[in-house]
């Protein structure tokens, strides 16, 4: 190795560091190799001879199969692209305002579209950077030997596959060599620090990948899948999009799925199948080859996805017609995207003229002729297949074969315009007046040139400006194409938009599978209903499950429920809240209309014992019953049959307050009154067992006293509640709200808790116990005496009576109609006990009084003494003694 070194010398070393002098031997060891068969006679390039020399690198061919370089002829994109490099060389040579007096060269060579290949071609470019010491090699008569020296490459045009401009753009930049291409995209060629002397007349991926998710955008999608050729192209193109949609947010990658270089059987249903694992994402985001892309279609139809997934492809897809020939049902809709391109017409007449006779310098010409007439030429040697057809060599391209411009020979003349117009530029600055190449030219400086290519600005052979940023990228121009079926015999491609740093879509062209013009979805989650929140799946943005604002919430925004306030409840869709309606009990509510009819039938009743006994206030049978008790025991009972109807009224300040102070007070005043009488007879009758002397205290008098000073107590209670807590209406938006919020309600009442009803009714209680238990301690007195025991049996149903109210009230708490039920229980269990009164007391004294007045006369007056007679006699019957029989009067 050195003394191989010692016989070579790199003329323009670019070593820095290890890796790149290991690089340099490897290659030199690999181009002494080949440097054999590139010296003096090239089987596999063609050589146009010039005064610079150009290099450029084309697919001619395929990739071979396993163990072979090259496959078969690609005729577009190689025998098309490389008659442009011609074809741009022939006019830039007959053009006297472009590097004139200097023509131009190149050295084509075939990639056979496999990166390692084109590797090995591209050292041809570099051999004349390398020099053989000669100096101990002499000829037999002793003369140093005459050796070719190889041309100089001033720069390369190429390549096409975004791996192979990789690879090759690797070895270039070591011998300073400015490198072209017109067709390579990757974004990773944008890295000025690696790719220093590699520039593109087309945009890269970064930008188709912008355009692709402005398209992904404008179309409403939000959850995408992604499918990738294995190499530099697919996966960079699908890295670019990746990163772009996370850095702008708003579009989610379900999956992203890679092609193999090598895919094995049934590989593309495997693919398929995983798509369909996230069904959703009906857009297909493709970065992949021609046959990868049919073969896609062709699964997705073994599969009966037709019209199923929504592809968005690249540029490699294009407005290709191979891709989906045969396939155009389940390609219909696909949205694709191209760089912005005209096709040339100088160029179609010139590639249409072309025949065997005319074009000898293109060494693979023979091999497109019998490709694309199928017929076969005779050569020397070769026997003719008897199932082709001889070619005359009078076959015209167009006329006996189909002819359509390949859509990159715009960028291919491009490109060579680029490299001529830096030359001529040079040109003018180092070699002013001269008409050839000058010394300042001779040689070519890579860095120089280099300088000069990333300057250029010019109309391009599209009629478009040409130029380069600092990265050596184009701008991005995209046309957007869509694959419609208008019927099944004409299917093609239609534009439907541009993009040039922003997009513009026409979505009213767009078409969609079975020709249906509305936008179909691909997103992960469809949009939530009005009063649904959002709960994001962890980790995917785009994805998420909706749930209901439920009870009294509403949709506060995308993601929030809230609480609507108190008096408020939720609208119907929950987007807002609305007022709580208000209610209170109506008249002509069942719970109003029967305690008001049993209370306006106790205040008929009442009335009517009020107006006899005020009739006949003198009769014997009215004093008897003790005429000034027996009148406030019965304004009492009024006031309990009145209380009904302010429990019913409508809520105020006034009814609030009545209802304070009559709502005990009626209880109070009656029961105040019967206990006064029953402790005035349990005195009398207790006291007459122990002396003759009457108790004190017993007069009508005395009996008012004491009852009005028992009702006092009631009315102090009630005043200093007023002075406490002055009465006043609320609304209770608690008591009706259940958990549908479209029952809930508002009610109008006083500020009176259940509480407070209690205590106010308390008093009454206590008072109605009392009475209760005297009533039991006087069941003794002889039932022909007065009214003792009346007042007893009316205690007891009465105690039945609020017995049974303290449940029933207590009970119905959790009752959406707990206001009412509870005012109904109370009214008319106030009613019942007032009518038990009523009728245990008073209305056997009026029926007496109206039926029967004969009976209401006067007796003999009854003393005390008679009294004490009258229980000592009661006791000796007890005792089997005779009984005496007492006056009836009192």
């Keep these: 190795a050195l003394i191989f070194l010692q016989k070579f010398q790199i003329v323009h070393p670019r070593p820095s560091g290890i890796w790149p002098r290991l690089f340099i031997l490897l290659c ?57 490099m011609l074809y741009a060389l022939d006019q830039i040579n007959a053009d006297p305002y472009v590097l004139p007096n200097i023509t131009l060269g190149a050295r084509i060579l075939d990639t056979c579209s496999r990166d390692t290949y084109a590797l090995e071609q591209s050292l041809t470019f570099v ?128 999956q992203s799925v890679k092609i193999p270089r090598e895919p094995t059987d049934g590989e593309f249903d ?63 809709g696909a949205v694709t995207i191209l760089p912005k391109r005209a096709s040339i017409d100088g160029f179609d007449q010139y590639f249409v003229t072309r025949s065997l006779e005319n074009n000898r310098r293109n060494i693979w010409f023979a091999e497109f002729w019998e490709d694309d007439f199928r017929c076969k030429l005779t050569r020397p040697g070769i026997k003719l297949d008897p199932e082709k057809k001889k070619c005359t060599g009078e076959e015209r391209i167009g006329r006996d074969s189909l002819y359509e411009q390949e859509g990159k020979v715009q960028f291919v003349i491009d490109a060579v315009y680029a490299v001529a117009h830096a030359l001529h530029n040079m040109h003018q600055e180092l070699c002013p007046g001269s008409s050839g190449v000058c010394g300042n030219m001779d040689p070519v400086e890579g860095r120089s040139l280099l300088d000069y290519i990333r300057a250029v600005h010019f109309n391009g052979s599209a009629g478009t400006s040409v130029l380069f940023n600092e990265n050596g990228d184009a701008p991005g121009r995209y046309d957007i194409f869509q694959f419609q079926m208008t019927n099944h ?37 469809f949009p939530c209903k009005p009063g649904e929140r959002k709960k994001m799946v962890k980790g995917v943005p785009c994805c998420w499950h909706c749930e209901l604002c439920d009870g009294y919430q509403y949709q506060l925004d995308e993601f929030n429920c809230e609480t609507c306030p108190s008096d408020m409840r939720p609208t119907i869709n929950r987007t807002g809240c609305r007022p709580t309606p208000i209610i209170k009990l109506e008249w002509n509510s069942p719970f109003a209309l029967v305690p008001a009819s049993l209370a306006m039938l106790g205040i008929i009743a009442t009335s009517v014992v009020v107006i006899t006994f005020i009739r006949f206030n003198d009769t014997p049978i009215v004093r008897a019953s003790g005429r000034e008790l027996s009148y406030v025991l019965l304004t009492g009972i009024f006031l309990i049959y009145l209380i009904t109807f ?54 009508p008098t005395s009996q008012l006293v004491i009852t009005f000073i028992l009702i006092s107590v009631q009315v102090l209670g009630v005043f200093v509640w007023f002075a406490v807590v002055p009465p006043h209406t609320i609304i209770d938006y608690e008591e009706l709200r259940p958990p549908n919020p479209d029952l809930a309600r508002g009610i109008l009442k006083c500020d009176m808790s259940d509480l407070s009803i209690i205590c106010c009714l308390s008093y009454s209680i206590v008072l109605m116990v009392t009475c209760t238990v005297y009533a039991v301690k006087s069941r003794g007195v002889p039932e022909t005496f007065n009214e003792a025991k009346p007042i007893g049996f009316t205690m007891y149903t009465t105690c039945i009576v609020w017995l049974a109210f303290v449940p029933i009230f207590f009970g119905t708490a959790q009752s959406t109609e707990k206001m009412f039920i509870q005012t109904a229980t109370l009214t008319v269990s106030m009613s019942l006990s007032a009518s038990v009164s009523l009728g245990m007391l008073y209305m056997p004294k009026v029926y007496v009084i109206i039926f029967h007045p004969e009976q209401n006369v006067q007796k003999r007056k009854r003393s005390f003494k008679a009294a004490r007679l009258s229980q000592k006699s009661s006791n000796e019957k007890q005792n089997g003694e005779t009984k005496i029989e007492p006056d009836r009067s009192q």
């Design 28 to 84: 030199i060891l690999v181009g002494h190799q080949v440097s054999a068969s590139h010296q003096h006679f090239h089987p596999h390039s063609i050589k146009i001879p010039g005064d610079i020399t150009l290099g450029g690198l084309f697919p001619i061919h395929a990739r071979g199969p396993h163990g072979i370089n090259c496959g078969e002829l690609k005729k577009e994109k190689g025998i098309h692209r490389m008659e442009a």
């Design 127 to 254: 051999q004349a950077l390398i020099q053989k010491d000669t100096s101990d090699i002499r000829c037999s008569n002793g003369e140093p030997p005459l050796i070719r020296k190889p041309e100089r490459v001033v720069a390369v045009i190429g390549a096409s596959a975004s791996s192979v401009s990789i690879m090759v753009a690797n070895i270039l930049r070591l011998f300073e060599i400015p490198q072209v291409s017109y067709a390579s995209t990757a974004p990773e060629l944008s890295d000025n620090n690696r790719y220093d002397f590699f520039s593109r007349v087309v945009p890269p991926d970064s930008y188709q990948a912008q355009a692709m998710l402005d398209i992904v955008k404008a179309l409403g999608w939000n959850y995408v899948s992604t499918l990738a050729s294995e190499g530099n192209y697919g996966e960079s193109g699908v890295e670019a999009f990746m990163q772009i949609s996370r850095e702008a947010g708003g579009v989610c990658i379900a």
């Design 270 to 332: 495997k693919i398929i199948k995983r798509l369909m694992e996230t069904s959703n994402a009906r857009g297909v985001i493709i970065f992949a080859n021609e046959d990868d892309i049919r073969q896609v279609l062709e699964a997705a139809k073994r599969a009966n996805l037709t019209g199923h997934f929504l592809f968005v492809g690249s540029d490699s897809w294009g407005a290709k017609s191979s891709p989906v020939t045969e396939l155009e049902d389940v390609a219909e």
């Design 489 to 525: 015999s004409h299917p093609g491609y239609h534009v439907i938009g541009q993009w040039t740093n922003n997009l513009r879509l026409n979505l009213e062209e767009m078409q969609w599978s079975g020709g249906d013009q509305s936008v179909p979805e691909s997103i992960c989650s």
């Design 646 to 699: 302010l429990m019913i009224a409508e809520p105020g300040v006034v009814a609030c307050a009545f209802r304070r102070l009559l709502l005990g007070l009626g209880m109070a005043i009656s029961y105040s009154a019967m206990l006064t009488k029953t402790n005035r007879i349990y005195r009398i009758f207790e006291q007459g067992k122990r002396s003759v002397t009457p108790p004190k205290f017993i007069s």
